[in-house]
Protein backbone atom coordinates (compact mmCIF):
# COMPACT_ATOMS: atom_id res chain seq x y z
CA UNK A 1 0.00 0.00 0.00
CA UNK A 2 1.22 3.52 -0.52
CA UNK A 3 2.52 5.42 2.05
CA UNK A 4 2.97 9.12 2.90
CA UNK A 5 6.66 10.74 2.42
CA UNK A 6 7.88 11.15 5.49
CA UNK A 7 7.29 14.65 7.50
CA UNK A 8 10.74 16.29 8.89
CA UNK A 9 10.90 16.18 12.90
CA UNK A 10 12.64 15.46 15.62
CA UNK A 11 10.02 13.26 18.02
CA UNK A 12 11.47 10.36 19.37
CA UNK A 13 9.92 6.81 17.23
CA UNK A 14 10.12 6.06 13.79
CA UNK A 15 7.09 5.75 11.69
CA UNK A 16 7.83 2.41 10.39
CA UNK A 17 4.38 1.27 8.31
CA UNK A 18 1.21 2.93 7.52
CA UNK A 19 -1.94 0.77 7.30
CA UNK A 20 -3.90 3.74 5.07
CA UNK A 21 -2.12 6.67 3.60
CA UNK A 22 -3.73 10.05 4.73
CA UNK A 23 -4.72 11.83 2.18
CA UNK A 24 -3.69 14.28 0.43
CA UNK A 25 -4.71 17.87 2.05
CA UNK A 26 -4.72 16.44 5.24
CA UNK A 27 -0.86 15.62 4.83
CA UNK A 28 0.43 18.83 3.37
CA UNK A 29 -1.60 20.46 6.18
CA UNK A 30 0.62 18.20 8.62
CA UNK A 31 4.47 18.84 6.89
CA UNK A 32 3.22 22.67 6.92
CA UNK A 33 2.83 22.50 9.97
CA UNK A 34 4.97 20.53 11.45
CA UNK A 35 8.17 21.39 9.38
CA UNK A 36 7.82 24.96 9.36
CA UNK A 37 5.24 26.11 12.79
CA UNK A 38 7.58 28.49 14.62
CA UNK A 39 5.73 27.76 17.56
CA UNK A 40 6.51 24.22 17.33
CA UNK A 41 8.61 23.09 20.21
CA UNK A 42 9.67 19.37 21.52
CA UNK A 43 10.14 19.41 25.45
CA UNK A 44 13.29 16.83 26.63
CA UNK A 45 10.92 15.16 29.32
CA UNK A 46 8.97 13.91 26.22
CA UNK A 47 10.54 13.77 23.33
CA UNK A 48 7.30 12.04 21.62
CA UNK A 49 5.41 14.88 21.52
CA UNK A 50 5.13 18.20 19.36
CA UNK A 51 4.07 21.35 21.11
CA UNK A 52 1.97 23.87 19.23
CA UNK A 53 1.01 27.08 20.64
CA UNK A 54 -2.64 27.70 19.43
CA UNK A 55 -3.95 30.41 21.46
CA UNK A 56 -2.46 32.84 24.64
CA UNK A 57 -3.47 29.41 26.90
CA UNK A 58 -4.39 26.88 24.69
CA UNK A 59 -1.54 24.49 23.48
CA UNK A 60 -1.88 21.35 20.73
CA UNK A 61 0.52 17.93 21.89
CA UNK A 62 0.51 16.06 18.41
CA UNK A 63 2.38 12.26 18.83
CA UNK A 64 2.54 10.28 16.03
CA UNK A 65 0.42 7.29 15.79
CA UNK A 66 2.18 3.87 17.36
CA UNK A 67 -0.89 1.51 15.47
CA UNK A 68 -0.21 2.85 11.66
CA UNK A 69 -3.26 4.99 11.98
CA UNK A 70 -3.35 8.64 11.71
CA UNK A 71 -1.21 10.84 14.06
CA UNK A 72 -3.06 12.15 17.32
CA UNK A 73 -3.85 15.89 18.66
CA UNK A 74 -4.33 15.65 22.45
CA UNK A 75 -4.92 19.40 23.38
CA UNK A 76 -4.44 21.60 26.59
CA UNK A 77 -6.40 24.52 28.29
CA UNK A 78 -4.72 27.14 30.90
CA UNK A 79 -7.08 28.46 33.30
CA UNK A 80 -6.77 30.78 35.65
CA UNK A 81 -7.04 27.74 38.52
CA UNK A 82 -6.51 25.04 36.65
CA UNK A 83 -5.90 23.92 33.31
CA UNK A 84 -7.33 20.92 31.42
CA UNK A 85 -5.84 17.65 29.57
CA UNK A 86 -8.27 16.32 26.63
CA UNK A 87 -7.18 13.05 26.19
CA UNK A 88 -4.03 11.48 26.58
CA UNK A 89 -2.69 9.54 23.59
CA UNK A 90 -0.91 6.13 23.38
CA UNK A 91 0.89 6.93 26.78
CA UNK A 92 4.59 6.57 25.41
CA UNK A 93 6.68 9.05 27.00
CA UNK A 94 5.73 11.20 30.00
CA UNK A 95 2.59 13.20 29.05
CA UNK A 96 2.24 14.24 32.48
CA UNK A 97 5.76 15.72 33.12
CA UNK A 98 5.65 17.35 30.04
CA UNK A 99 1.82 19.13 30.86
CA UNK A 100 3.33 20.12 34.22
CA UNK A 101 6.33 21.59 32.68
CA UNK A 102 4.15 23.35 30.24
CA UNK A 103 1.29 24.49 33.10
CA UNK A 104 4.35 24.77 35.58
CA UNK A 105 2.46 22.64 37.88
CA UNK A 106 -1.07 23.55 38.10
CA UNK A 107 -3.55 21.14 39.12
CA UNK A 108 -4.79 19.34 36.38
CA UNK A 109 -8.18 17.99 35.24
CA UNK A 110 -7.91 15.30 32.97
CA UNK A 111 -10.96 14.22 30.32
CA UNK A 112 -11.31 11.91 27.22
CA UNK A 113 -13.19 12.32 24.00
CA UNK A 114 -13.50 8.71 23.93
CA UNK A 115 -11.63 5.61 24.84
CA UNK A 116 -9.73 4.49 21.91
CA UNK A 117 -5.95 3.58 21.79
CA UNK A 118 -4.71 6.63 20.46
CA UNK A 119 -6.55 9.05 22.42
CA UNK A 120 -6.80 7.14 25.98
CA UNK A 121 -3.97 4.79 26.47
CA UNK A 122 -1.92 7.23 28.57
CA UNK A 123 -5.06 8.06 30.96
CA UNK A 124 -2.80 5.70 33.61
CA UNK A 125 -0.24 8.37 33.65
CA UNK A 126 -2.69 10.52 35.93
CA UNK A 127 -5.21 9.52 39.06
CA UNK A 128 -8.15 10.46 37.84
CA UNK A 129 -10.13 10.63 33.85
CA UNK A 130 -13.27 12.33 32.76
CA UNK A 131 -15.14 11.04 30.01
CA UNK A 132 -19.40 11.45 29.10
CA UNK A 133 -20.91 8.30 31.12
CA UNK A 134 -21.77 6.39 27.79
CA UNK A 135 -17.98 5.34 27.36
CA UNK A 136 -17.28 4.65 30.99
CA UNK A 137 -17.37 0.90 30.61
CA UNK A 138 -15.81 0.54 27.31
CA UNK A 139 -12.69 2.54 29.43
CA UNK A 140 -12.57 0.69 32.20
CA UNK A 141 -12.16 -2.25 29.84
CA UNK A 142 -8.84 -0.97 28.80
CA UNK A 143 -7.60 -1.02 32.49
CA UNK A 144 -5.01 -3.67 31.69
CA UNK A 145 -1.28 -3.42 31.92
CA UNK A 146 -2.00 -5.59 28.08
CA UNK A 147 -3.01 -2.85 26.23
CA UNK A 148 0.06 -1.72 24.52
CA UNK A 149 1.07 -5.44 23.68
CA UNK A 150 -0.95 -5.16 19.80
CA UNK A 151 1.96 -2.67 19.15
CA UNK A 152 4.77 -5.15 19.31
CA UNK A 153 5.50 -8.72 16.70
CA UNK A 154 6.55 -12.34 18.28
CA UNK A 155 10.23 -10.81 18.31
CA UNK A 156 8.79 -7.68 20.60
CA UNK A 157 9.61 -5.08 17.57
CA UNK A 158 7.00 -2.69 17.49
CA UNK A 159 4.94 -3.08 13.83
CA UNK A 160 3.88 0.24 13.06
CA UNK A 161 6.40 2.52 15.14
CA UNK A 162 9.66 1.82 16.07
CA UNK A 163 10.48 2.63 19.59
CA UNK A 164 11.73 2.26 22.93
CA UNK A 165 9.64 -0.05 25.08
CA UNK A 166 10.89 1.19 27.97
CA UNK A 167 8.81 4.88 27.25
CA UNK A 168 5.63 3.14 27.94
CA UNK A 169 4.88 4.92 31.40
CA UNK A 170 3.97 1.45 32.98
CA UNK A 171 0.11 0.99 33.45
CA UNK A 172 -1.77 1.55 36.89
CA UNK A 173 -5.72 1.53 37.58
CA UNK A 174 -7.06 5.05 37.68
CA UNK A 175 -10.27 6.40 38.59
CA UNK A 176 -12.71 6.75 35.45
CA UNK A 177 -15.47 9.43 36.34
CA UNK A 178 -18.53 9.74 33.98
CA UNK A 179 -20.44 12.83 33.57
CA UNK A 180 -23.70 13.97 31.47
CA UNK A 181 -23.86 15.68 28.80
CA UNK A 182 -24.10 19.37 29.56
CA UNK A 183 -21.49 19.08 32.41
CA UNK A 184 -19.62 21.63 33.22
CA UNK A 185 -15.83 22.04 34.43
CA UNK A 186 -14.55 25.49 36.48
CA UNK A 187 -11.12 25.96 35.45
CA UNK A 188 -10.94 29.06 38.21
CA UNK A 189 -12.30 32.66 38.10
CA UNK A 190 -15.83 31.46 35.86
CA UNK A 191 -13.40 29.86 33.15
CA UNK A 192 -15.87 27.17 31.81
CA UNK A 193 -15.46 24.33 29.80
CA UNK A 194 -18.50 22.16 28.88
CA UNK A 195 -18.59 18.59 27.82
CA UNK A 196 -21.00 18.40 25.08
CA UNK A 197 -21.56 14.60 24.30
CA UNK A 198 -21.75 13.49 19.99
CA UNK A 199 -21.62 9.78 19.74
CA UNK A 200 -21.57 7.96 16.35
CA UNK A 201 -17.36 7.28 16.21
CA UNK A 202 -17.95 5.90 19.47
CA UNK A 203 -21.32 5.57 21.84
CA UNK A 204 -20.06 8.06 24.34
CA UNK A 205 -17.94 10.58 22.37
CA UNK A 206 -17.40 13.54 23.59
CA UNK A 207 -16.72 17.24 22.65
CA UNK A 208 -15.34 19.65 24.94
CA UNK A 209 -16.60 23.71 24.63
CA UNK A 210 -13.91 25.81 25.65
CA UNK A 211 -16.75 28.65 26.40
CA UNK A 212 -14.14 31.71 27.21
CA UNK A 213 -11.88 30.80 23.79
CA UNK A 214 -14.87 30.15 21.79
CA UNK A 215 -13.14 27.06 20.73
CA UNK A 216 -14.76 23.71 20.27
CA UNK A 217 -12.17 20.63 21.04
CA UNK A 218 -13.65 17.94 18.71
CA UNK A 219 -12.26 14.83 19.13
CA UNK A 220 -12.67 12.05 16.49
CA UNK A 221 -16.20 13.72 15.79
CA UNK A 222 -15.18 15.81 13.36
CA UNK A 223 -12.27 15.02 11.27
CA UNK A 224 -10.52 16.16 8.12
CA UNK A 225 -9.78 13.08 6.19
CA UNK A 226 -12.64 10.68 7.64
CA UNK A 227 -15.19 10.52 10.48
CA UNK A 228 -15.53 7.12 11.39
CA UNK A 229 -19.31 5.26 12.72
CA UNK A 230 -18.05 2.33 14.52
CA UNK A 231 -21.31 0.83 14.98
CA UNK A 232 -22.20 -2.24 18.04
CA UNK A 233 -24.54 0.51 20.08
CA UNK A 234 -27.51 2.46 18.85
CA UNK A 235 -25.25 5.26 19.42
CA UNK A 236 -22.79 4.70 17.39
CA UNK A 237 -25.05 5.42 13.96
CA UNK A 238 -24.87 8.25 11.69
CA UNK A 239 -28.66 8.62 12.68
CA UNK A 240 -27.11 9.45 16.57
CA UNK A 241 -24.42 11.11 15.19
CA UNK A 242 -26.65 13.64 13.13
CA UNK A 243 -29.54 13.68 15.91
CA UNK A 244 -26.40 15.66 18.30
CA UNK A 245 -24.54 17.54 15.45
CA UNK A 246 -28.01 19.06 15.07
CA UNK A 247 -28.22 20.68 18.40
CA UNK A 248 -24.34 21.51 18.29
CA UNK A 249 -25.46 23.63 14.62
CA UNK A 250 -27.63 25.12 17.12
CA UNK A 251 -25.05 26.59 19.29
CA UNK A 252 -22.22 27.55 16.73
CA UNK A 253 -22.67 31.30 17.95
CA UNK A 254 -20.96 30.06 20.88
CA UNK A 255 -17.87 29.02 18.74
CA UNK A 256 -15.57 30.01 16.56
CA UNK A 257 -13.22 27.47 15.81
CA UNK A 258 -13.01 23.30 15.84
CA UNK A 259 -10.03 21.34 16.91
CA UNK A 260 -10.38 18.07 15.58
CA UNK A 261 -8.32 14.76 17.41
CA UNK A 262 -6.37 14.57 13.78
CA UNK A 263 -4.97 16.43 10.92
CA UNK A 264 -6.47 20.17 10.49
CA UNK A 265 -7.39 22.04 13.33
CA UNK A 266 -8.49 25.67 13.82
CA UNK A 267 -11.72 24.87 11.42
CA UNK A 268 -14.75 27.23 11.18
CA UNK A 269 -17.77 26.37 12.78
CA UNK A 270 -19.55 25.99 8.88
CA UNK A 271 -18.23 22.45 8.97
CA UNK A 272 -20.38 21.37 11.28
CA UNK A 273 -23.65 22.05 8.59
CA UNK A 274 -21.60 20.52 5.67
CA UNK A 275 -21.49 17.25 7.93
CA UNK A 276 -25.05 17.45 8.88
CA UNK A 277 -26.11 17.79 4.82
CA UNK A 278 -23.77 14.59 4.21
CA UNK A 279 -25.58 12.56 7.33
CA UNK A 280 -28.91 13.90 5.61
CA UNK A 281 -27.59 12.20 2.30
CA UNK A 282 -26.17 8.92 4.20
CA UNK A 283 -29.82 8.55 5.78
CA UNK A 284 -31.94 9.25 3.02
CA UNK A 285 -29.97 7.13 0.78
CA UNK A 286 -27.38 4.88 1.86
CA UNK A 287 -26.64 3.03 -1.22
CA UNK A 288 -25.51 6.25 -2.60
CA UNK A 289 -21.86 6.93 -1.38
CA UNK A 290 -18.76 8.17 -3.01
CA UNK A 291 -16.22 5.67 -2.61
CA UNK A 292 -16.25 1.93 -0.49
CA UNK A 293 -12.77 0.87 0.38
CA UNK A 294 -12.05 -2.46 2.65
CA UNK A 295 -11.04 -1.19 6.52
CA UNK A 296 -9.84 -4.30 8.54
CA UNK A 297 -11.41 -6.78 6.73
CA UNK A 298 -14.77 -5.10 6.18
CA UNK A 299 -16.32 -2.68 4.11
CA UNK A 300 -16.34 0.90 4.61
CA UNK A 301 -18.66 3.20 2.43
CA UNK A 302 -17.59 6.65 2.44
CA UNK A 303 -19.69 10.15 1.65
CA UNK A 304 -17.92 13.19 0.93
CA UNK A 305 -18.14 16.24 3.22
CA UNK A 306 -17.67 19.60 1.67
CA UNK A 307 -14.32 20.99 2.47
CA UNK A 308 -14.04 19.03 4.47
CA UNK A 309 -13.25 14.79 4.58
CA UNK A 310 -15.67 12.03 4.03
CA UNK A 311 -18.09 10.35 6.85
CA UNK A 312 -17.26 6.17 6.97
CA UNK A 313 -20.09 3.56 6.78
CA UNK A 314 -21.40 0.55 6.69
CA UNK A 315 -24.96 -0.85 5.96
CA UNK A 316 -25.98 -1.97 9.95
CA UNK A 317 -24.89 1.32 11.12
CA UNK A 318 -26.74 4.02 9.41
CA UNK B 1 -23.34 34.63 3.10
CA UNK B 2 -20.87 33.72 6.01
CA UNK B 3 -17.45 35.20 5.73
CA UNK B 4 -14.22 33.71 6.24
CA UNK B 5 -12.63 34.64 10.01
CA UNK B 6 -9.82 37.09 9.64
CA UNK B 7 -6.47 35.94 9.13
CA UNK B 8 -4.02 38.31 10.45
CA UNK B 9 -1.70 40.00 8.15
CA UNK B 10 0.53 43.14 7.81
CA UNK B 11 -0.37 43.22 3.71
CA UNK B 12 -1.17 46.58 2.77
CA UNK B 13 -4.49 44.95 0.97
CA UNK B 14 -7.48 44.56 2.87
CA UNK B 15 -10.49 42.34 1.71
CA UNK B 16 -13.90 44.58 1.49
CA UNK B 17 -15.96 41.54 0.44
CA UNK B 18 -15.70 38.08 -1.19
CA UNK B 19 -17.88 36.15 -3.59
CA UNK B 20 -18.16 33.21 -1.96
CA UNK B 21 -16.41 31.93 0.98
CA UNK B 22 -13.20 29.47 0.99
CA UNK B 23 -13.97 26.16 2.30
CA UNK B 24 -12.93 25.20 5.97
CA UNK B 25 -9.85 23.22 4.99
CA UNK B 26 -8.06 25.25 2.95
CA UNK B 27 -8.97 28.55 4.89
CA UNK B 28 -7.44 26.59 7.82
CA UNK B 29 -3.93 26.03 6.16
CA UNK B 30 -4.03 29.54 5.05
CA UNK B 31 -4.62 30.79 8.70
CA UNK B 32 -2.12 28.23 10.17
CA UNK B 33 0.49 29.34 7.42
CA UNK B 34 0.18 33.02 7.03
CA UNK B 35 -0.04 33.58 10.73
CA UNK B 36 3.27 31.21 12.10
CA UNK B 37 4.72 30.02 9.04
CA UNK B 38 8.49 30.61 10.03
CA UNK B 39 9.81 31.55 6.82
CA UNK B 40 7.24 34.20 6.37
CA UNK B 41 8.14 37.67 5.45
CA UNK B 42 7.12 40.71 4.14
CA UNK B 43 9.82 42.72 1.76
CA UNK B 44 9.82 46.53 1.55
CA UNK B 45 9.42 46.74 -1.67
CA UNK B 46 6.21 45.20 -2.04
CA UNK B 47 3.65 45.51 1.12
CA UNK B 48 1.41 43.42 -1.04
CA UNK B 49 2.91 39.97 -1.06
CA UNK B 50 3.86 37.96 1.61
CA UNK B 51 6.92 35.99 0.81
CA UNK B 52 7.37 31.69 2.19
CA UNK B 53 10.94 30.03 1.72
CA UNK B 54 9.38 26.49 1.11
CA UNK B 55 12.88 25.07 -0.24
CA UNK B 56 16.16 26.20 -0.41
CA UNK B 57 15.86 27.59 -3.69
CA UNK B 58 12.17 27.71 -4.07
CA UNK B 59 10.15 30.62 -2.63
CA UNK B 60 5.92 31.09 -2.72
CA UNK B 61 4.44 34.37 -3.03
CA UNK B 62 1.29 35.29 -1.67
CA UNK B 63 -1.00 37.97 -2.55
CA UNK B 64 -4.14 38.72 -1.85
CA UNK B 65 -7.02 38.28 -4.78
CA UNK B 66 -8.36 41.67 -5.70
CA UNK B 67 -11.55 40.54 -7.48
CA UNK B 68 -13.17 38.29 -4.48
CA UNK B 69 -11.35 35.35 -5.33
CA UNK B 70 -9.25 33.03 -3.69
CA UNK B 71 -6.37 34.08 -2.59
CA UNK B 72 -2.86 33.23 -5.45
CA UNK B 73 0.85 31.94 -5.03
CA UNK B 74 3.83 32.82 -7.54
CA UNK B 75 6.03 31.02 -7.49
CA UNK B 76 10.15 31.64 -8.32
CA UNK B 77 12.99 29.11 -8.57
CA UNK B 78 16.20 29.89 -8.21
CA UNK B 79 18.38 28.16 -10.63
CA UNK B 80 21.97 28.37 -10.76
CA UNK B 81 22.22 30.78 -13.56
CA UNK B 82 18.60 32.18 -13.84
CA UNK B 83 15.45 32.13 -12.12
CA UNK B 84 12.34 31.41 -13.34
CA UNK B 85 9.01 32.89 -12.16
CA UNK B 86 5.72 31.20 -12.19
CA UNK B 87 2.93 33.69 -12.76
CA UNK B 88 2.46 37.12 -12.26
CA UNK B 89 -0.57 37.88 -9.52
CA UNK B 90 -2.48 41.30 -10.42
CA UNK B 91 0.19 43.21 -10.61
CA UNK B 92 -0.36 45.47 -7.92
CA UNK B 93 2.79 46.07 -6.28
CA UNK B 94 6.73 45.77 -7.59
CA UNK B 95 6.67 41.93 -8.18
CA UNK B 96 9.89 42.90 -10.24
CA UNK B 97 11.58 44.39 -7.51
CA UNK B 98 10.61 41.92 -5.17
CA UNK B 99 11.97 39.40 -7.67
CA UNK B 100 14.60 41.30 -7.80
CA UNK B 101 16.08 41.38 -4.32
CA UNK B 102 14.72 37.65 -3.75
CA UNK B 103 17.25 36.54 -6.20
CA UNK B 104 19.78 38.86 -6.51
CA UNK B 105 18.98 40.63 -9.51
CA UNK B 106 19.53 37.46 -11.55
CA UNK B 107 18.53 37.03 -15.12
CA UNK B 108 14.62 35.75 -15.03
CA UNK B 109 12.55 33.57 -17.09
CA UNK B 110 8.94 34.29 -16.68
CA UNK B 111 6.04 32.36 -17.38
CA UNK B 112 2.38 31.97 -16.76
CA UNK B 113 0.04 29.02 -15.80
CA UNK B 114 -2.70 30.34 -17.59
CA UNK B 115 -3.83 33.89 -19.15
CA UNK B 116 -6.33 34.74 -16.09
CA UNK B 117 -6.27 38.43 -14.46
CA UNK B 118 -4.98 37.12 -10.99
CA UNK B 119 -2.06 34.75 -12.80
CA UNK B 120 -1.07 37.12 -15.49
CA UNK B 121 -2.09 40.95 -15.28
CA UNK B 122 1.62 41.95 -13.32
CA UNK B 123 3.18 40.63 -16.55
CA UNK B 124 3.36 44.14 -17.83
CA UNK B 125 6.46 44.59 -15.42
CA UNK B 126 8.79 42.49 -17.42
CA UNK B 127 9.56 42.63 -21.25
CA UNK B 128 8.67 38.96 -22.18
CA UNK B 129 6.61 36.09 -20.48
CA UNK B 130 6.37 32.52 -21.89
CA UNK B 131 2.98 30.60 -22.06
CA UNK B 132 1.38 27.54 -23.61
CA UNK B 133 -0.06 28.24 -27.31
CA UNK B 134 -3.49 28.05 -26.58
CA UNK B 135 -3.35 30.44 -23.94
CA UNK B 136 -1.18 33.12 -26.08
CA UNK B 137 -4.42 34.51 -27.72
CA UNK B 138 -6.66 34.89 -23.88
CA UNK B 139 -3.09 36.59 -23.11
CA UNK B 140 -3.09 39.01 -25.86
CA UNK B 141 -6.62 40.09 -25.52
CA UNK B 142 -5.00 41.21 -21.69
CA UNK B 143 -2.18 43.21 -22.68
CA UNK B 144 -3.77 46.03 -22.44
CA UNK B 145 -3.91 49.05 -19.65
CA UNK B 146 -7.45 48.32 -18.84
CA UNK B 147 -7.08 45.25 -17.02
CA UNK B 148 -7.73 46.64 -13.46
CA UNK B 149 -10.54 48.87 -14.89
CA UNK B 150 -12.43 46.02 -13.47
CA UNK B 151 -11.36 46.17 -10.18
CA UNK B 152 -12.77 49.62 -9.18
CA UNK B 153 -16.93 51.08 -9.03
CA UNK B 154 -17.98 54.18 -10.76
CA UNK B 155 -16.54 56.62 -8.71
CA UNK B 156 -13.14 54.76 -8.37
CA UNK B 157 -13.07 53.25 -5.48
CA UNK B 158 -11.72 49.49 -5.21
CA UNK B 159 -14.85 47.46 -5.41
CA UNK B 160 -13.72 43.70 -3.67
CA UNK B 161 -10.51 44.27 -2.14
CA UNK B 162 -9.02 48.00 -0.95
CA UNK B 163 -5.88 48.94 -2.42
CA UNK B 164 -3.70 52.08 -3.36
CA UNK B 165 -4.86 52.64 -7.37
CA UNK B 166 -1.09 54.41 -7.24
CA UNK B 167 0.54 50.58 -6.69
CA UNK B 168 -0.77 49.46 -9.73
CA UNK B 169 2.95 49.67 -11.67
CA UNK B 170 1.46 51.35 -15.00
CA UNK B 171 1.13 49.10 -18.39
CA UNK B 172 3.90 48.49 -20.34
CA UNK B 173 3.60 46.40 -23.30
CA UNK B 174 5.49 43.35 -23.24
CA UNK B 175 6.30 40.14 -25.59
CA UNK B 176 4.14 37.06 -25.30
CA UNK B 177 6.31 33.71 -26.56
CA UNK B 178 3.93 30.57 -26.96
CA UNK B 179 5.61 27.45 -26.28
CA UNK B 180 4.44 24.23 -27.15
CA UNK B 181 3.66 21.16 -24.64
CA UNK B 182 7.29 19.88 -23.69
CA UNK B 183 9.13 22.38 -24.00
CA UNK B 184 11.79 23.14 -21.58
CA UNK B 185 13.68 25.94 -20.17
CA UNK B 186 17.35 25.67 -18.94
CA UNK B 187 17.83 27.29 -15.40
CA UNK B 188 22.09 26.80 -16.27
CA UNK B 189 24.18 23.87 -14.97
CA UNK B 190 21.34 21.53 -16.72
CA UNK B 191 18.38 22.46 -14.00
CA UNK B 192 15.35 21.75 -16.55
CA UNK B 193 12.11 23.45 -15.97
CA UNK B 194 9.50 21.54 -18.75
CA UNK B 195 6.09 22.94 -19.49
CA UNK B 196 3.40 20.69 -19.69
CA UNK B 197 0.06 21.15 -21.35
CA UNK B 198 -2.42 20.16 -18.92
CA UNK B 199 -5.43 22.29 -20.84
CA UNK B 200 -8.99 21.96 -18.76
CA UNK B 201 -8.68 25.20 -16.29
CA UNK B 202 -8.06 27.05 -19.82
CA UNK B 203 -7.11 25.88 -23.28
CA UNK B 204 -3.40 26.64 -22.82
CA UNK B 205 -3.46 25.98 -19.20
CA UNK B 206 0.36 24.42 -18.25
CA UNK B 207 2.05 23.05 -15.63
CA UNK B 208 5.65 23.43 -14.88
CA UNK B 209 7.91 20.77 -13.80
CA UNK B 210 11.21 21.20 -12.21
CA UNK B 211 12.71 18.09 -12.82
CA UNK B 212 16.00 18.72 -10.92
CA UNK B 213 14.06 19.22 -7.47
CA UNK B 214 10.67 16.91 -8.28
CA UNK B 215 8.31 19.29 -8.02
CA UNK B 216 5.08 20.18 -9.94
CA UNK B 217 4.12 23.53 -10.22
CA UNK B 218 0.38 23.35 -11.08
CA UNK B 219 -1.49 26.84 -11.58
CA UNK B 220 -5.29 26.42 -11.21
CA UNK B 221 -5.47 23.00 -12.53
CA UNK B 222 -4.45 21.58 -9.19
CA UNK B 223 -6.46 23.19 -6.50
CA UNK B 224 -7.49 21.81 -3.08
CA UNK B 225 -10.64 23.68 -3.12
CA UNK B 226 -12.56 23.44 -6.49
CA UNK B 227 -10.79 23.49 -10.02
CA UNK B 228 -13.38 24.96 -12.34
CA UNK B 229 -13.06 23.73 -15.67
CA UNK B 230 -13.92 24.86 -19.29
CA UNK B 231 -12.84 28.61 -18.01
CA UNK B 232 -11.62 29.81 -21.28
CA UNK B 233 -13.52 32.83 -22.98
CA UNK B 234 -16.20 31.77 -25.20
CA UNK B 235 -14.80 32.78 -28.24
CA UNK B 236 -10.86 30.97 -27.39
CA UNK B 237 -9.83 29.55 -30.66
CA UNK B 238 -9.24 26.37 -28.58
CA UNK B 239 -12.28 26.08 -26.40
CA UNK B 240 -12.67 22.42 -26.96
CA UNK B 241 -9.22 22.18 -25.14
CA UNK B 242 -10.59 23.42 -21.79
CA UNK B 243 -13.38 20.83 -21.53
CA UNK B 244 -12.73 17.82 -18.71
CA UNK B 245 -12.11 14.89 -21.52
CA UNK B 246 -8.81 17.19 -22.65
CA UNK B 247 -8.34 17.94 -18.91
CA UNK B 248 -8.64 14.24 -18.63
CA UNK B 249 -6.28 13.05 -21.25
CA UNK B 250 -3.62 15.25 -19.91
CA UNK B 251 -4.04 14.11 -16.51
CA UNK B 252 -3.76 10.37 -17.56
CA UNK B 253 -0.07 11.43 -19.14
CA UNK B 254 0.50 13.41 -15.71
CA UNK B 255 -0.28 9.81 -14.08
CA UNK B 256 2.33 8.34 -16.24
CA UNK B 257 4.98 10.64 -15.28
CA UNK B 258 4.35 10.17 -11.38
CA UNK B 259 7.94 9.06 -10.89
CA UNK B 260 9.46 11.85 -12.12
CA UNK B 261 7.77 14.68 -9.25
CA UNK B 262 7.18 14.23 -5.39
CA UNK B 263 5.08 17.11 -4.88
CA UNK B 264 2.34 19.60 -6.00
CA UNK B 265 2.31 23.38 -5.81
CA UNK B 266 -1.02 24.89 -6.79
CA UNK B 267 -2.08 28.46 -7.78
CA UNK B 268 -4.12 28.63 -4.57
CA UNK B 269 -4.39 27.16 -1.18
CA UNK B 270 -2.58 23.96 -0.19
CA UNK B 271 0.47 23.20 -1.28
CA UNK B 272 3.24 20.67 -0.76
CA UNK B 273 0.60 18.11 -1.83
CA UNK B 274 1.78 14.39 -2.56
CA UNK B 275 1.37 13.41 -6.54
CA UNK B 276 -0.85 11.15 -6.08
CA UNK B 277 -3.34 13.78 -6.30
CA UNK B 278 -2.89 13.38 -10.15
CA UNK B 279 -4.28 10.05 -9.47
CA UNK B 280 -7.19 11.33 -7.46
CA UNK B 281 -8.08 14.05 -10.40
CA UNK B 282 -7.81 11.20 -12.91
CA UNK B 283 -10.08 9.26 -11.11
CA UNK B 284 -12.75 12.31 -10.87
CA UNK B 285 -12.27 13.70 -14.44
CA UNK B 286 -12.85 9.86 -15.95
CA UNK B 287 -16.12 9.67 -13.64
CA UNK B 288 -17.61 12.97 -14.87
CA UNK B 289 -16.40 11.83 -18.93
CA UNK B 290 -18.40 8.47 -17.96
CA UNK B 291 -21.63 9.60 -16.75
CA UNK B 292 -21.69 14.12 -16.92
CA UNK B 293 -25.03 13.95 -15.11
CA UNK B 294 -23.52 11.35 -11.84
CA UNK B 295 -22.18 14.59 -9.89
CA UNK B 296 -22.39 15.13 -6.31
CA UNK B 297 -23.93 18.39 -6.11
CA UNK B 298 -24.78 21.39 -8.38
CA UNK B 299 -24.50 25.05 -7.58
CA UNK B 300 -24.82 28.34 -9.38
CA UNK B 301 -22.32 31.50 -9.77
CA UNK B 302 -22.63 35.06 -11.23
CA UNK B 303 -20.61 35.64 -14.18
CA UNK B 304 -20.42 38.68 -16.59
CA UNK B 305 -22.93 37.14 -18.45
CA UNK B 306 -25.48 36.41 -15.64
CA UNK B 307 -25.92 33.85 -13.39
CA UNK B 308 -24.55 30.34 -14.52
CA UNK B 309 -25.12 27.06 -12.80
CA UNK B 310 -21.91 24.20 -11.91
CA UNK B 311 -21.80 20.63 -11.32
CA UNK B 312 -19.10 19.79 -8.77
CA UNK B 313 -17.43 16.39 -8.88
CA UNK B 314 -15.59 15.30 -5.37
CA UNK B 315 -11.92 14.49 -5.88
CA UNK B 316 -10.95 12.51 -3.08
CA UNK B 317 -8.16 14.00 -0.76
CA UNK B 318 -8.77 17.27 -2.61
CA UNK B 319 -11.77 19.49 -3.16
CA UNK B 320 -13.90 19.33 -6.40
CA UNK B 321 -13.53 19.84 -10.24
CA UNK B 322 -16.60 21.85 -11.54
CA UNK B 323 -17.89 21.76 -14.76
CA UNK B 324 -21.30 22.23 -17.04
CA UNK B 325 -22.99 20.46 -19.84
CA UNK B 326 -20.83 22.39 -22.36
CA UNK B 327 -17.51 21.91 -20.94
CA UNK B 328 -17.68 17.73 -20.73
Redesign the interface.
Known sequence: M?Q??PIQSAVKGRRLLQRE?I???????M???RE????KRVYDVDPYAEVYRFRENMYGLLIESADGMGDVWMFLIIGPGKAMLIDTGFGIGNLKGLVDEITGGLPLIVTNTHCHFDHAYGNCQFDRCYCHELEVEAMNRKQDSHIWDYLFDEQGNGIWMEFDREDIVPFKMYEVVGVPDGYTFDLGEGYEVELIWVPGHSAGHAMYLDKRNRNLIAGDGII??RVGMSGGSPFTTVTAYRRELVKLSQRVHEF??IFPGHF?????T??VL?LIEACDAIIANPEDY??CEERMGREMLLK?V????TIGYNRSNV | MKDNIAIVSALKSHKIKVREPIDERCWAYMKLMRETHATKRMVAVNPYAEVYQLRDNLYAILSEHLSGAGDMWDYLIIGPQKAMLIDTGFGVGDLKGLVNELTGSMPLIVVNTHAHPDHASGNCQFDRVYCHAYDVPQLEQMRNPHIWDVLFDEEGKPIWTEFDREDIVPFHKYEIVGCPDGHTFDLGAGHEIELIHTAGHTAGHCMFLDKKHRLLFAGDDVISMRISIGAARPDSPFGEWATVTRYRDQMARLAARLDEFDYVFPGHFVLDLENEVILNLLDAANAIVADPQGFDYEDAFETSAGVAKRYHKFVKGLGTLSYNEKTV
Open positions: RNRPDATSWAYKMLGSKTSMDHVVDLESVSDDFKGLG
